[in-house]
């Protein structure tokens, strides 16, 4: 079956930037998502079809896409951004969608 | 306001049967993907399937096909998720979320999750 791989967490200050990759086969094809979920909370769409930005997200929020790696980037991190990110995105067949298993972003 | 509202917790016992919904209001529920994710408590989000309400065309994880039945009346704007069998695994916050931006996989709006304990 298909798999995104991310990192299980990744820590900065406030104020730096923080950058969560995601990687899969059929990235370099398929679009990908990108979800926050802050604790307790139902997930929110933050970065859709690679790069963009749905209406209401701060601008701090971008993603990218290169080859088989998505990566969601977090500038001038902000206490409020601390959850868990999760990317979302097919197979190269586009039956099977699928979300990586989450990253935990700390901001010390 | 464009809204999802899900039914309220379950408590099953193994073997039973379950339906939950996911109700739209303010926009046009017929035209727009309505997706189910599955969180197991501490875990991380599984998508479930997908269905499309105006015509019923559905996609589901193969994990969970078999398993689970997903279905929409767009006379009632609502989506569901069901279960003839439930099992101990099945305990979860169950999330409906709707697709925007053209993209089946962009889910835009989410409901507030119903909470399955079996």
């Known amino acids: 079956s298909y798999e995104l791989t991310q990192p299980p967490s990744v820590s900065v200050s406030p104020g730096q930037t923080a950058r969560i990759t995601c990687v899969g086969d059929?990235?370099?094809?398929?679009?990908g998502h990108w979800y926050q979920q802050r604790s307790g909370q139902a997930p929110v769409l933050v970065i859709y079809?690679?790069?963009k930005r749905p209406s209401g997200i701060p601008e701090r929020f971008s993603g990218s896409s290169s080859g088989t790696m998505a990566t969601l980037t977090i500038s001038a991190v902000q206490v409020e951004d601390e959850a868990d990110y999760y990317c979302f995105s097919a197979d190269s067949d586009g039956i099977q969608r699928v979300f990586g298993g989450g990253t935990k972003l700390s901001v010390l | 306001e464009v809204q999802l509202v899900q039914s309220g917790a379950e408590l099953k016992k193994p073997g039973d049967s379950l339906k939950i919904s996911c109700t739209g209001s303010g926009y046009s529920f017929s035209t727009h993907w309505i997706g189910w994710v599955r969180q197991r408590p501490g875990k991380g989000l599984e998508w479930i399937g997908i269905?499309?309400?105006?015509?019923?065309?559905?996609k589901y994880n193969p994990s969970f096909q078999g398993h689970v039945t997903i279905s929409a009346d767009k006379s009632l704007k609502t989506a569901y998720l069901q279960w003839s069998s439930l099992r101990a695994s099945d305990t979860a916050m169950y999330y409906c979320a709707r697709q925007d931006y053209g993209d089946p996989d962009a889910f835009n709006v989410w409901g507030q999750g119903t909470m399955v304990t079996v």
């Open positions: 059929a990235l370099p094809k398929k679009y």
């Open positions: 269905v499309f309400p105006a015509d019923s065309d559905l």
């Open positions: 079809e690679d790069t």
